[in-house]
């Protein structure tokens, strides 16, 4: 049974950092691209950041560019999302998530939800103005 489970969530100031992982079980992915996405309250799941297999490629979505960081761990089979300049409008429930295809390198990587098959539970993520 796949599993992906989120931690590092948590309450913190603007301007703050946090780093979310997200390991995962019952089969590996280190041949698969793997993404963060986050849901706002009252809002629609929104793409943050997706990785190719090897760390080679990231993608981030507009609202976290230059602040949002990326990275994954093939040995681990996790990926990590380094959060820093953290603002209000961050706040929202982040998810981990799985394509069960793989992205051969011209191929854009996966950004809506859609595209991916596994996903984590959440974890929360607030941000205190």
């Known amino acids: 049974q796949v599993q992906l489970v989120e931690s590092g969530g948590g309450l913190v100031q603007a301007g703050g950092s946090l780093r979310l992982s997200c390991a995962a079980s019952?089969?590996?992915?280190?041949?698969?691209?793997m993404g963060w996405f986050r849901q706002a309250p009252g809002k629609g799941r929104e793409f943050v950041a997706v990785?190719?297999?090897?760390?080679?490629?990231?993608h981030y979505a507009d609202s976290v560019k230059g602040r949002f960081t990326i990275s994954r761990d093939n040995a681990k089979n996790a990926v990590y999302l380094q959060m820093n300049s953290l603002k209000p409008e961050d706040t929202a429930v982040y998810y981990c998530?799985?394509?069960?295809?793989?992205?051969?390198?011209?191929?854009?990587?996966?950004?809506?939800?859609?595209?991916?098959?596994?996903w984590g539970q959440g974890t929360q993520v607030t941000v205190s103005s």
């Open positions: 998530a799985v394509p069960n295809r793989h992205i051969i390198p011209t191929m854009p990587l996966p950004s809506g939800p859609d595209e991916y098959d596994y």
């Open positions: 019952g089969r590996t992915f280190s041949s698969f691209p």
């Open positions: 990785i190719s297999w090897n760390g080679g490629r990231m």
